[in-house]
């Protein structure tokens, strides 16, 4: 009986000389592929991270509300 996984069935086109050098060495190109997608996603997903983070100020300061009350 087969296992149920998350998986999907792809197709890609991909250069046949590069998939006959990864065969020949063994890569499960499967594998592969899914282990350098998930780096790819969470390399774009921290990059998107950094840009919403840029217009911010990490130590803004007092807000205007702040600054106009009298300090004891």
Known sequence: MR???N????????????VREA???G????S???IKLREYL???KSKEEIKECRGRDS???PSDYESDAPTS
């Open 3 to 5: 296992r149920k996984s």
């Open 7 to 18: 998986k999907t069935n792809l197709t890609l086109y991909v250069d046949k000389n590069l």
């Open 23 to 25: 065969k020949e060495i």
């Open 27 to 30: 890569i499960n190109l499967s």
């Open 32 to 34: 592969f592929f899914e």
């Open 42 to 44: 969470a390399l774009v």
């Open 59 to 61: 130590n803004p300061g």
